[in-house]
C-alpha cells in the first residue's frame, strides 16, 4: 500500500524557532522527527505571507503562475495541488485548523474536516474566545506587538490542543485499506500571541536576548520597511514589550511541540508510524524585531522566508542534515508525490528533493 502523509506545519515559525536549530524554542518532538529523517537547512518559502505562501508549499507553482499573491486571495479551483493528486490515488484526505488556501466548496472533497476547530467551539471556550478577541483588539489599537500575554486558561480550551484532538480523532478513523493524507495546520505562533502561563518559568523576561538591529538598518531599504515599522508601533515597544513578545512567541511553539508529541504517540500506537511519511514546515517567518519590527510584511528578508521542512520515513530514508543546497516550497509536492509513486502534475514547477 501506499505510505501515508502526516503534514504538519505551523504558521509564522522562523527557521531558528526550533531548539534543534540552535533557537531559544524548546522543541523536543519536533527535534526527535529531525533526528529521524531529512532536515532541510537551506529551505525557503517564496512568500512572506500565508496565503500565497501556502499555495506555493500545496501546488509545487510559484506565485507568479498560481497568481496568488497576498492574503485576501484563495487558490483558484482549476490548480491542481497536493490534494487533488493525493485523492485521485485513493487517499482518504483529512484537514485540521487553519486553511488560508482552499476556496470553502473544496472541502467537500475531504473524508474529514475542522477548520479552525469548529467541531469543537463550545460554552466551555467562549471566555478564551472573549479574551482572545480582546487581544486582538489590543494589537490593532496599541501596536502589533501587543497582544503577547501568558494566560491561565485551560489547556484543553486552546486551538493547539484542539487541533491535537481532531488529528488523533481522525487516526483512530482512518481506514486500514487506503492510504491517507492528514494536514495539521496550527495556527500558533501567530498573532495574537497567547502563551499558557505554564511556560512563563521557561522563559523568564530576564533572559530573553535582545535582538540587535544597527541604527539606521531601514535607512537603505525601501519606503515600505518604515511604513510598516510605523503602521506596526513597532517603536513603541519597551525593551520588556520586546522581551515580552519573544518569550510568549517561543512558549506558543513549545505549545505546539507538545501537541504534535501526542499526535505522533497516536500514529505510532495505532502502528501507522512505519508507512507514514511525517512533514513538518511552516508558511513564513516573523521579524521577532530583527529590522526593528515584528509579526510580517510583503519583504524578502531571511528572517520572514527561511523556515523550517523535515521529512521523515523511518526505515525508508536515512537520517540527514541538508545544509549546503537551498531548497524551496515548489519542490515539496513533486517529492511527496514521487515517494508516495503518485505522477506529478503537468504544471508542476517545483522539482523532487530525492536526489538529495
Known sequence: ????????????????????????????????????GIDFRQFYSHCPVCVPSRCCLFTGRYPHAHRVRENHARLERHEVHLFKALKQAGYTLGYVEKNHLLTDDEFVHFDYVDLKNHRSYEGAR?????????????????GSWASAVFHDYDPRLTEPYLSRQSAIEFLERAPLDRPFCLTVSFSDPHAPHLALAKYRELYPLDRIPLPHSPE???????????????????????????????????AMISWVDE??????????????????????TADHGDFNFDYNMCKKDLVLLDCLLHVPLILSWPGRIAPRIVDQTMVEQVDVLPTLLELCDVEIPFGCQGRSLLGL
Do not use: C, W
Not at 4 to 14: E, G
Not at 259 to 280: D, M, P, Q, S, Y
Open 259 to 280: 501537541n504534535v508529541g501526542a499526535i505522533l504517540a497516536a500514529l505510532e500506537e495505532k502502528g501507522l508510524r512505519e508507512n507514514t511519511i511525517v512533514v513538518f
Open 126 to 142: 467562549e471566555a478564551l474566545g472573549r479574551f482572545t478577541r480582546e487581544r486582538a483588539q489590543r494589537l490593532r489599537s496599541v
Open 216 to 250: 539606521g538598518v531601514l535607512d537603505h531599504k525601501a519606503p515600505r520597511f518604515k511604513i510598516k515599522q510605523r503602521a506596526q508601533g513597532a517603536l513603541d515597544a519597551t525593551e520588556e514589550d520586546v522581551r515580552r513578545y519573544l518569550a510568549v512567541y517561543y
Open 1 to 36: 500500500m501506499k505510505p501515508n502523509i502526516l503534514f504538519i506545519m505551523t504558521d509564522q515559525q522562523r527557521y531558528d524557532a526550533m531548539s534543534g536549530h540552535g533557537g531559544m524554542a524548546q522543541t523536543p518532538h519536533l527535534d526527535r522527527v529531525a533526528a529521524q
